[in-house]
């Protein structure tokens, strides 16, 4: 049986909070009773989530920086550290996408997505590492359908999510010694702000997500809710012997040839 507190006493930090998959997951982590450590670069966004936050009871200290930023991430850990003397999860939901083929990726656009969504997992892993050690801590690292299927037009976004699972995967024997277990979840199409951020109009958008109902076998596109569930579940005593999984939370995506 799910215990709905079962997240009690317990310290969480999550990248992205300030919008999408991240925000839901932190407003999940609070419900089931952790305290969360929130990290993004805008604070209008972190101080609406924080003030959600508090009206639900819980308790949040918003860190506003940038993920790629080695100096942000260890003041942000240790001060997370200090204030509730340790962390037990680590959640790496900060992320971007960009639309181009391997013609049109250019050295900066390739360096900008690895800096972001591969670079700065390994440095919050590190930085994060001697709490999560201590306290038999886990992580869950935000890869995507992408990280284990190809598809045109993303390419470095596709390189980078390949990576995010193959750390996932080596981090999970590596830390598997030391008793902190390291799972990702691999989402299908979530609405967010995610591609709109990538540069995607609101039109060509309403599209993507018309036609992405079709790519999916279950018949729609994913809420932020279902990728949040898979995370607080891949987080929590219930998962205690999985470590290593990369878990499809796609409505079935990833079974399906290209369409
Ligand atoms: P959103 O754009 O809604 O959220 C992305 C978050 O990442 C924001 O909070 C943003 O905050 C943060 N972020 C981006 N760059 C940085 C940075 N340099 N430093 C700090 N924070 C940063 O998208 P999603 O919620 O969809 O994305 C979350 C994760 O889920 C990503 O890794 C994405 O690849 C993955 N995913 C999403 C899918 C989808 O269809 N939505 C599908 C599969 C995977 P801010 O701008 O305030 O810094």
Not at 129 to 145: A, D, T
Request: charged share 20%.
């Amino acid at each position: 049986m799910v215990n709905s507190r079962e997240f009690e006493n317990k310290v969480a930090l999550v990248t992205g909070a300030s919008s999408g998959i991240g925000r839901a997951t932190a407003l999940t982590f609070v419900r089931s009773g952790a305290r969360v450590a929130i990290v993004a670069r805008r604070e209008k966004e972190l101080d609406g989530l924080l003030r959600e936050i508090i009206a639900l009871g819980g308790d949040a200290e918003k860190f506003v920086g940038d993920v790629t930023d080695e100096t942000f991430i260890q003041r942000a850990v240790q001060t997370t550290v200090t204030r509730w003397g340790g962390i037990d999860v680590l959640v790496n939901a900060a992320g971007i996408i960009a639309t181009a083929p391997l013609d049109a990726t250019s050295n900066e656009l390739f360096d900008r997505m690895m800096d972001v969504n591969v670079r700065s997992i390994f440095l919050m892993m590190k930085a994060v590492l001697p709490s999560l050690v201590e306290r038999k801590g886990c992580i869950v690292n935000i890869s995507s359908v992408a990280g284990t299927r190809a598809f045109p037009n993303v390419f470095a976004y596709v390189a980078s999510k390949a990576a995010v699972n193959a750390m996932t995967q080596c981090a999970a024997l590596d830390l598997a010694p030391k008793g902190v277990r390291v799972n990702a979840v691999n989402p299908g199409v979530v609405v967010t702000n995610l591609h709109r951020a990538g540069g995607m109009s609101d039109e060509a958008y309403a599209k993507f997500l018309e036609h992405s109902k079709t790519t999916h076998p279950l018949g729609r596109v994913g809420r932020t809710e279902d990728v949040a569930e898979a995370i607080l579940f891949l987080a929590s005593a219930r998962s205690g012997w999985i470590t290593g999984e990369t878990l499809a939370v796609d409505g079935g995506r990833h079974l399906t040839c290209a369409r």
